[in-house]
């Protein structure tokens, strides 16, 4: 059964239920992986430093690590799917809500398709 909020508010815009369940894809196997591999990667393909051995690796490692770490996370937060898809989220659209919240001439002067101001 999919998630029900209750009828009223108890914090008035408190966040949505079921929002904080964080995302099913993220491995922290991929991670460790991705961070061990994309050094491996620069070393063997790049002309300045394949000819370097451990030193070079774990230089590359330090420099790389931090940046391969950002780019997977923000990468599987992005396209990774919900952990819960059962949550109800708010059906109104948000720039419907901005054009309403404005008052009606604003909203009668605004082009639809034109986006946010």
């Known amino acids: 059964p999919p998630v029900t909020p ?3 508010l108890v914090i008035k815009n408190a966040p949505l239920v ?6 099913g894809a993220f491995n922290n196997l991929h991670l460790a ?3 061990v591999v994309v050094p491996y990667l620069l070393k063997s393909f790049l002309p300045l ?13 330090v420099i790389t690590g931090v940046p391969t770490a950002v780019a997977y996370w923000t990468f599987i937060s ?12 708010p059906a109104k659209d948000i720039e419907v809500h901005h054009r309403q919240g404005r008052g009606p ?10 986006g946010l101001p």
């Open 6 to 8: 209750p009828p009223t």
């Open 18 to 23: 079921g929002l904080a369940e964080g995302n």
């Open 33 to 35: 992986a991705s961070i």
């Open 49 to 61: 430093v394949n000819r370097g051995g451990l030193k070079t690796y774990l230089f590359l490692l």
């Open 78 to 89: 992005t396209y990774g799917p919900r952990r819960d898809e059962k949550v109800r989220l």
């Open 105 to 114: 001439q604003f909203a009668q002067e605004q082009d639809p398709h034109a």
